[in-house]
Protein backbone atom coordinates (compact mmCIF):
# COMPACT_ATOMS: atom_id res chain seq x y z
CA UNK A 1 0.00 0.00 0.00
CA UNK A 2 1.30 3.61 -0.81
CA UNK A 3 2.89 5.79 1.92
CA UNK A 4 0.08 8.85 0.64
CA UNK A 5 2.99 10.58 -0.63
CA UNK A 6 1.86 13.09 -4.00
CA UNK A 7 5.01 14.96 -5.67
CA UNK A 8 4.41 18.13 -6.05
CA UNK A 9 5.40 20.43 -8.87
CA UNK A 10 9.25 21.21 -8.65
CA UNK A 11 9.49 25.39 -8.32
CA UNK A 12 10.67 27.02 -11.85
CA UNK A 13 12.52 29.85 -11.53
CA UNK A 14 11.62 32.69 -14.64
CA UNK A 15 14.21 33.03 -17.05
CA UNK A 16 17.04 35.37 -16.32
CA UNK A 17 16.36 38.01 -19.43
CA UNK A 18 12.26 38.39 -19.18
CA UNK A 19 11.58 37.24 -15.45
CA UNK A 20 8.74 35.08 -17.18
CA UNK A 21 7.59 31.51 -15.93
CA UNK A 22 5.89 30.42 -18.88
CA UNK A 23 9.18 31.29 -21.43
CA UNK A 24 11.66 29.78 -18.68
CA UNK A 25 9.39 26.48 -19.16
CA UNK A 26 9.18 26.93 -22.90
CA UNK A 27 13.29 27.00 -22.53
CA UNK A 28 13.36 23.83 -20.24
CA UNK A 29 10.89 21.99 -23.37
CA UNK A 30 13.57 22.93 -26.54
CA UNK A 31 16.39 21.79 -23.81
CA UNK A 32 18.01 18.65 -25.34
CA UNK A 33 20.71 16.58 -23.14
CA UNK A 34 20.64 19.23 -20.06
CA UNK A 35 22.16 22.02 -21.94
CA UNK A 36 20.16 24.88 -20.95
CA UNK A 37 22.48 27.70 -22.04
CA UNK A 38 22.47 26.38 -25.64
CA UNK A 39 18.38 26.17 -25.27
CA UNK A 40 18.63 29.79 -23.80
CA UNK A 41 20.75 30.81 -26.58
CA UNK A 42 18.44 29.44 -29.50
CA UNK A 43 15.05 31.04 -27.46
CA UNK A 44 16.91 34.44 -26.62
CA UNK A 45 17.99 34.43 -30.55
CA UNK A 46 14.72 33.75 -31.77
CA UNK A 47 13.61 36.70 -29.50
CA UNK A 48 16.31 39.06 -31.44
CA UNK A 49 15.15 38.15 -34.59
CA UNK A 50 11.93 39.01 -33.69
CA UNK A 51 12.57 42.48 -31.94
CA UNK A 52 14.37 43.70 -34.89
CA UNK A 53 11.37 42.69 -37.62
CA UNK A 54 8.92 44.33 -35.10
CA UNK A 55 11.34 47.42 -35.22
CA UNK A 56 11.38 47.43 -38.96
CA UNK A 57 7.77 46.87 -39.48
CA UNK A 58 7.33 49.85 -36.87
CA UNK A 59 9.86 51.85 -38.91
CA UNK A 60 7.76 51.23 -42.14
CA UNK A 61 4.58 52.19 -40.54
CA UNK A 62 5.90 55.22 -39.05
CA UNK A 63 7.03 55.84 -42.71
CA UNK A 64 4.08 55.06 -44.27
CA UNK A 65 2.10 57.63 -41.97
CA UNK A 66 4.01 59.85 -42.45
CA UNK A 67 4.17 60.01 -46.54
CA UNK A 68 0.37 59.88 -46.07
CA UNK A 69 0.10 63.01 -43.79
CA UNK A 70 2.26 64.57 -46.63
CA UNK A 71 0.34 63.38 -49.22
CA UNK A 72 -2.52 64.76 -47.54
CA UNK A 73 -1.54 68.00 -46.76
CA UNK A 74 -0.34 68.19 -50.29
CA UNK A 75 -4.31 67.91 -50.94
CA UNK A 76 -3.70 64.28 -53.40
CA UNK A 77 -6.48 61.28 -53.07
CA UNK A 78 -4.64 58.93 -50.20
CA UNK A 79 -5.45 55.41 -50.45
CA UNK A 80 -5.55 54.28 -46.77
CA UNK A 81 -2.95 50.87 -46.01
CA UNK A 82 -4.02 47.49 -45.06
CA UNK A 83 -3.18 48.19 -41.16
CA UNK A 84 -5.26 51.46 -41.57
CA UNK A 85 -8.32 49.66 -42.52
CA UNK A 86 -8.01 46.48 -40.35
CA UNK A 87 -6.88 48.53 -37.17
CA UNK A 88 -3.78 46.20 -36.24
CA UNK A 89 -3.23 45.17 -32.76
CA UNK A 90 -0.05 47.23 -32.86
CA UNK A 91 -1.59 50.44 -33.52
CA UNK A 92 -4.22 49.39 -30.17
CA UNK A 93 -1.66 48.27 -28.12
CA UNK A 94 1.38 50.61 -28.44
CA UNK A 95 5.15 48.76 -28.87
CA UNK A 96 5.56 44.96 -29.61
CA UNK A 97 8.20 43.45 -27.91
CA UNK A 98 8.87 39.33 -29.04
CA UNK A 99 7.81 38.70 -25.50
CA UNK A 100 3.76 39.52 -26.38
CA UNK A 101 4.33 38.43 -29.49
CA UNK A 102 5.78 34.99 -27.61
CA UNK A 103 2.46 34.84 -25.52
CA UNK A 104 0.34 35.90 -28.28
CA UNK A 105 1.58 32.83 -30.45
CA UNK A 106 1.28 30.16 -27.44
CA UNK A 107 -2.24 31.82 -26.95
CA UNK A 108 -3.13 30.90 -30.46
CA UNK A 109 -1.78 27.62 -30.45
CA UNK A 110 -3.16 26.33 -27.63
CA UNK A 111 -6.29 23.83 -28.12
CA UNK A 112 -9.35 23.91 -26.71
CA UNK A 113 -10.08 20.48 -27.14
CA UNK A 114 -8.96 16.96 -28.25
CA UNK A 115 -9.39 13.39 -29.05
CA UNK A 116 -8.80 10.28 -26.60
CA UNK A 117 -9.07 7.00 -27.38
CA UNK A 118 -11.64 5.02 -25.73
CA UNK A 119 -12.86 1.38 -25.96
CA UNK A 120 -16.62 0.77 -25.59
CA UNK A 121 -17.79 -2.70 -26.50
CA UNK A 122 -14.54 -3.71 -28.29
CA UNK A 123 -14.56 -0.87 -30.61
CA UNK A 124 -12.19 2.27 -30.20
CA UNK A 125 -14.03 5.25 -30.96
CA UNK A 126 -12.00 8.64 -31.21
CA UNK A 127 -14.09 10.97 -28.02
CA UNK A 128 -13.72 14.81 -28.10
CA UNK A 129 -12.72 15.99 -24.34
CA UNK A 130 -11.90 19.46 -22.89
CA UNK A 131 -8.18 20.67 -22.24
CA UNK A 132 -6.95 21.80 -19.16
CA UNK A 133 -4.68 24.77 -19.20
CA UNK A 134 -1.95 23.00 -18.43
CA UNK A 135 -2.24 20.21 -21.02
CA UNK A 136 -2.89 22.82 -23.75
CA UNK A 137 0.17 24.77 -22.80
CA UNK A 138 2.39 21.30 -22.99
CA UNK A 139 0.58 20.89 -26.13
CA UNK A 140 1.23 23.81 -27.49
CA UNK A 141 5.09 23.91 -26.60
CA UNK A 142 5.18 20.15 -27.85
CA UNK A 143 3.48 21.39 -31.52
CA UNK A 144 5.74 24.28 -31.65
CA UNK A 145 8.68 22.84 -31.36
CA UNK A 146 8.48 19.98 -33.57
CA UNK A 147 7.31 22.55 -36.45
CA UNK A 148 10.70 23.89 -36.07
CA UNK A 149 12.65 21.06 -35.66
CA UNK A 150 10.98 19.76 -38.75
CA UNK A 151 12.33 22.22 -40.88
CA UNK A 152 15.65 21.96 -42.27
CA UNK A 153 18.29 23.81 -43.66
CA UNK A 154 18.37 26.73 -41.09
CA UNK A 155 19.67 27.34 -37.74
CA UNK A 156 17.09 26.60 -34.76
CA UNK A 157 17.03 30.45 -33.58
CA UNK A 158 15.49 31.02 -37.20
CA UNK A 159 13.16 28.28 -37.61
CA UNK A 160 12.04 29.51 -34.03
CA UNK A 161 11.02 33.28 -34.83
CA UNK A 162 9.43 32.44 -37.81
CA UNK A 163 7.19 29.73 -36.25
CA UNK A 164 6.61 32.32 -33.57
CA UNK A 165 5.63 34.42 -35.90
CA UNK A 166 3.59 32.88 -38.12
CA UNK A 167 1.90 31.02 -34.97
CA UNK A 168 0.99 34.95 -33.98
CA UNK A 169 -0.44 35.86 -37.02
CA UNK A 170 -2.40 32.21 -37.13
CA UNK A 171 -0.56 30.61 -39.87
CA UNK A 172 1.77 28.09 -39.66
CA UNK A 173 2.75 24.66 -38.63
CA UNK A 174 1.76 24.30 -35.06
CA UNK A 175 -1.31 26.39 -35.98
CA UNK A 176 -2.59 24.04 -38.70
CA UNK A 177 -1.72 20.92 -36.37
CA UNK A 178 -4.39 22.72 -33.30
CA UNK A 179 -6.77 23.28 -36.55
CA UNK A 180 -6.76 19.70 -37.25
CA UNK A 181 -6.68 18.45 -33.84
CA UNK A 182 -10.34 20.55 -33.79
CA UNK A 183 -11.03 19.44 -37.13
CA UNK A 184 -10.88 15.82 -35.57
CA UNK A 185 -13.25 16.68 -32.49
CA UNK A 186 -15.85 18.25 -34.50
CA UNK A 187 -16.06 15.20 -36.51
CA UNK A 188 -15.99 12.73 -33.72
CA UNK A 189 -18.48 15.06 -31.66
CA UNK A 190 -21.02 12.17 -31.90
CA UNK A 191 -19.62 10.10 -29.75
CA UNK A 192 -18.51 12.90 -26.79
CA UNK A 193 -21.34 10.78 -24.51
CA UNK A 194 -18.69 8.33 -24.39
CA UNK A 195 -16.51 10.69 -22.34
CA UNK A 196 -15.40 9.01 -18.94
Not at 18 to 47: E, P, W
Request: aromatic letters at 6%; charged letters at 35%.
Amino acid sequence: MGRGFTASETQLKPDPRHGDLVLSRFINCIMKDGKKTRAQRVVYGAFDLIDERLKEDAEKEAEAKKKAAEDKAAGKDVKPTNAQLTGTPEEEEGERSAITLFHEALENVRPNVEVRSRRVGGTNYQVPTQVSKKRAQSLAFRWIIDAVRSEKGRPTAQKLARELWDASHREGRAMSKRDQTHRMADANKAFAHFAW
